[in-house]
């Protein structure tokens, strides 16, 4: 299947820093890749939408100006949570759409697990 | 009602078992269906799509029954390395895809 990968793979930060997660697909192009969050236990709650060449969409109750997303190639969307607090603290889940002939087929990056002090 | 939902689990059977999996979607617009598996704190990954007509990958059938709304997951002779969380996944595509995640169902092998 398609390579999706996500850099870093772990990342530890004070609160009040900023942490950047970077997504790329490496073999294939992706106009659309998406950024979920799943904390322990439950499932994955999809964050936004990031799109090639425009703003991302975030879901109800995801606050666009703590986490910034820019997707400004086709295969490299990154993620930025501004400002973390201990509560941000999760595993964070990007994915990129390959796009098909017949259908549209979604593979995941391995996650971040962000831990804020 | 939720978009798509599946039975919660968590599913406790030996190994060898057969186990069944079922997943319904409210969307009839809908248009393709998939399978991925969660290993504990990994990402999801992609088991199968699955077909109108059905297919099948070695241990595992997908079958998807429009009329009813529903899709199903069929592990036969199961492994220990079976144990794992099953997301359902429908794509609803007008003119863009809507990716829908069911919260998934833990199976759980014993020897």
């Known amino acids: 299947g398609a390579v999706v990968s996500q850099h870093p793979s772990w990342v530890i930060c004070k609160s009040g820093t900023s942490v950047k997660i970077e997504c790329r697909s490496l073999?294939?192009?992706?106009?659309?890749m998406f950024w979920y969050r799943q904390f322990p236990k439950q499932s994955l709650m999809l964050m936004a939408t990031s799109n090639e060449g425009s703003k991302a969409t975030y879901e109800q109750g995801v606050e666009k100006d703590k986490f910034l997303i820019n997707h400004a190639s086709l295969t490299l969307s990154t993620l930025t949570v501004t400002s973390a607090h201990p509560e941000d603290s999760s595993f964070y889940i990007c994915?990129?759409?390959?796009?098909?002939?017949?259908?549209?087929?979604?593979?995941f990056g391995p996650g971040t697990r962000l831990t804020v002090l | 009602r939720k978009e798509v939902e599946q039975d919660p689990g968590p599913f406790n059977v030996p190994e060898g078992a057969t186990v069944a999996f079922n997943c319904t979607y409210s969307n009839s617009a809908s248009q393709s269906f998939f399978w991925y598996r969660q290993d504990c704190r990994k990402e999801p990954k992609l088991l199968m799509s699955v077909y109108s007509s059905g297919n099948e990958d070695g241990r595992f059938t997908a079958q998807l029954n429009r009329a009813s709304q529903y899709i199903s997951l069929l592990i036969r002779d199961s492994k220990l390395s079976d144990s794992a969380t099953y997301l359902c996944v429908v794509n609803q595509y007008s003119s863009a895809s809507k990716i829908i995640f069911g919260s998934g169902t833990r199976l759980s092998i014993r020897p």
């Open positions: 994915s990129a759409l390959s796009v098909g002939l017949e259908t549209d087929t979604q593979y």
């Open positions: 073999d294939f192009q992706a106009t659309t």
